[in-house]
């Protein structure tokens, strides 16, 4: 089973600023199948990013996905106030379990 | 509008038993396989179980292996997932999600990219 850690638990930053998350995996991950989703209170979470760098349907350019093998990034270039949640990256390979990283929670500072 | 709707979720004791409905609507169900992720209080998400586009495959994650069975129909475009044999630590909201893909340049890519607004199971006496 592929494990994912995110990094860091929490991010405090302020609206403007550009934020950089984290994502490791055990073992390699095809960039194919590396999701990010960005999850609100109360609310379902959102695809953001697929194949690790391609930008769901109506996701601003504001996000930007990179990486390969282990190691991924989610980055936010400009931060606006709706983009505080928590975000969460995904491994989708050719066979379950599709493992979830622990989740990055992107505070207001 | 493409939607996934789940129902069913509720408070139940444990070792009781429960199923939920996933609707959906604004899209053809019977080409898409589905998955069950769920998020306990506070926590993050898991993923659950996963069915292939007639239900002829079906996957599951080791907590819930032997206990929970995910199903769908396709002329009713509903999926569901019977729980069984509940414990305190099945205690999440349930979200249905839709199986996306696309093909780039021979190389597919999977994600999950619709998801329903979950249904809440309690397991508590």
């Known amino acids: 089973e592929i494990v994912l850690t995110q990094s860091p638990g929490t991010l405090s930053l302020s609206p403007g600023e550009r934020a950089t998350l984290s994502c490791r995996a055990s073992?390699?991950?095809?960039?194919?199948?590396l999701a990010w989703y960005q999850q609100k209170p109360g609310q379902a979470p959102r695809l953001l990013i697929y194949?690790?760098?391609s930008r769901a349907t109506g996701i601003p350019d504001r996000f930007s996905g990179s990486g390969s093998g282990t190691d991924f990034t989610l980055t936010i270039s400009r931060l606006e106030p709706e983009d505080f949640a928590v975000y969460y990256c995904?491994?989708?390979?050719?066979?379950?379990?599709?493992?979830f990283g622990q989740g990055t929670k992107l505070e207001i500072k | 509008e493409v939607q996934l709707v789940e129902s069913g979720g509720g408070l139940v004791q444990p070792g009781g038993s429960l199923r939920l409905s996933c609707a959906a609507s604004?899209?053809?169900?019977?080409?898409?396989?589905m998955h069950w992720v769920r998020q306990a209080p506070g926590k993050g998400l898991v993923w659950v179980s996963r069915?292939?586009?007639?239900?002829?495959?079906?996957s599951y994650a080791d907590s819930v292996k032997g206990r929970f069975t995910i199903s769908r129909d396709n002329a009713k475009n509903t999926l569901y997932l019977q729980m069984n044999s509940l414990r305190a630590e099945d205690t999440a909201v349930y979200y249905c999600?839709?199986?996306?893909?696309?093909?780039?340049?021979?190389?597919?890519?999977?994600?999950?990219?619709?998801w329903g607004k979950g249904t809440t199971v309690t397991v508590s006496s």
């Open positions: 999600a839709r199986k996306g893909w696309e093909l780039q340049q021979d190389y597919y890519y999977y994600y999950m990219d619709v």
């Open positions: 604004g899209f053809t169900f019977s080409s898409y396989w």
């Open positions: 069915i292939n586009s007639d239900g002829s495959s079906t």
């Open positions: 073992q390699s991950v095809s960039s194919s199948y």
């Open positions: 194949g690790a760098s």
């Open positions: 995904q491994q989708y390979g050719s066979s379950p379990p599709y493992s």
